[in-house]
């Protein structure tokens, strides 16, 4: 897998500045390869690559990551972002009834996937009318049949008087049918022939031109490998769809197809299909195949814990600092930002046990005090946020006029700094904890 075939990468270069072109080049040649066997197609794979390049290259140096952990990171990122683009949902006509046709070759799982989406559509309290239209295969009728018995949907199938032999004859009859029975959704399963050829793709046009679909839905066998993208576009030309399915993912490819597909053809997976029973279908979940074609759930977890155990060791520095008196304003500025992040001090207060009394100090609470400090802070030098006994009275003049505000507020900002500062080593050193004493105002 391709963490194996990482850790010859993975020589640890933690808390190296930052990542040098080298450790990326040696990153993305891993990635190409576990891509490539994981069958995208090769144009998909390069330019894939070539973005991911330009992110990490730009990206911001990580303390918790080494610099091939951080590339993987990133590479997630972007398959998960390309594979799941805006997950889209099925989109159903204002009148009714919906049409939605599937498209694909042989043995795609066509059949089986009407069935699946006719019960999932089912459960969510449509209506669906399953319609046969292939009638290329001499099964293939009963085999829907049979499919929507056990999904519990009904199935307009060619009879007498309805355009026996001509799948675009039943097709545009069944509309017709949906509409007097009142079914809100058609669901229309085609004919596939083993390879594209011309003929079927023209029968599954006129079908298409018969009932204007609101959805094409192309359904593409995952363990297609290297033939998604020529199958993929030659749907695309001949047929046009607006979704992909993605079948047989109980299967042991490694999901390349999918990236394949969306990439070359930008419609998005919609569904996925992992087995022969009607329950084994559900949404399109980019993660979970991204996850797949790089063959790194494990490794993705390390880096999570790694991201997770670095917080903890720089709320453990921060700790350490507060005890032994060594806290700046930069340190205080940072802790600052981190907790305002989590939203607005307010919101987060109200959170507190017992702070129902506090409601009306609370509302008074102004977040623009905190926008001045943190403003006053940013005007002062990188010398003077360590170091705040160093800012004399020219350098309080200096910073008052860079961040607007008056002498007096930095005056108050660093008095009450050095308050704070001398009482936490005070509370730590009361505690029995931090850094042995040593006053360093
Ligand atoms: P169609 O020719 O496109 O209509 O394909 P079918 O629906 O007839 O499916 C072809 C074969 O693939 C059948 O044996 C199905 O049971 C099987 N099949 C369909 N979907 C899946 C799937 O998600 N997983 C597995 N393992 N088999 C599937
Ligand atoms: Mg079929």
């Not at 997950?87 to 919906?98: D, M, Q, Y």
């Not at 705040?388 to 005056?411: E, H, L, M, W």
Request: hydrophobic share 40%; net charge negative; proline share 4%.
């Amino acid at each position: 897998t391709l963490s194996d075939r990482l850790t010859s990468v993975l020589t640890n270069l933690r808390g190296k500045g930052r990542l040098s072109d080298a450790d990326i080049d040696a990153t993305a040649r891993e990635i190409r390869i576990a891509l490539l066997e994981a069958d995208v197609a090769l144009p998909v794979v390069r330019s894939f690559i070539k973005g991911v390049k330009e992110r990490a290259k730009g990206a911001e140096v990580s303390q918790a990551l080494n610099p091939a952990q951080q590339v993987i990171k990133i590479v997630n990122e972007e398959l998960v972002t390309v594979l799941g683009g805006e997950t889209r949902r099925l989109e159903f006509a204002k009148t009714p009834p919906t049409v939605i046709m599937l498209a694909g070759l042989q043995g795609a799982g066509k059949t089986t996937l009407a069935g699946k989406l006719a019960k999932w559509l089912s459960g969510q309290g449509h209506t669906p009318l399953l319609v046969a239209c292939d009638l290329q295969r001499p099964n293939a009728v009963n085999q829907l049949q049979v499919v929507g018995e056990r999904a519990g949907v009904p199935v307009y199938a060619p009879q007498p008087g309805n355009g026996v032999g001509d799948p675009v004859e039943v097709a545009r009859n069944s509309i017709e049918e949906a509409r007097r029975a009142q079914h809100d959704v058609v669901l229309v399963d085609t004919a596939g022939r083993l390879g594209v050829d011309e003929e079927m793709m023209k029968q599954a046009a006129d079908i298409r031109d018969a009932i204007t679909p609101d959805e094409v839905l192309f359904v593409l066998d995952a363990m297609i490998g290297q033939d998604a993208v020529n199958t993929a576009e030659a749907f695309r030309d001949g047929v046009g769809f607006s979704g992909v399915v993605l079948t047989k993912l109980d299967g042991d490819a490694r999901g390349g197809a999918a990236l394949s597909v969306r990439e070359i053809t930008g419609q998005p997976i919609m569904f996925a299909s992992s087995g022969e029973k009607l329950e084994d279908f559900d949404l399109f979940h980019p993660d979970r195949m991204a996850n797949r074609i790089l063959g790194m759930g494990d490794m993705l977890t390390l880096i999570e814990q790694a991201e997770q155990a670095f917080d903890q060791e720089q709320a453990e520095k921060a700790a350490e600092k507060l005890g032994s008196g060594q806290l700046t304003l930069e340190d205080f500025l940072e802790q600052m930002q981190a907790v305002r992040r989590m939203g607005p001090l307010q919101n987060l207060l109200g959170m507190l046990p017992g702070a129902g009394q506090m409601k009306d100090q609370l509302a008074n609470f102004d977040e623009k005090h905190l926008d001045r400090i943190q403003a006053i802070i940013r005007g002062m030098t990188p010398a003077e946020r360590a170091d705040p006994k160093i800012i004399n009275a020219s350098r309080r003049q200096r910073i008052a006029r860079g961040s607007g505000v008056t002498v007096s507020d930095i005056n108050d900002l660093v008095n009450r700094f050095f308050e704070a500062r001398k009482m936490m080593q005070q509370m730590a050193g009361g505690f029995g904890f931090g850094g042995g004493g040593g006053g360093s105002k």
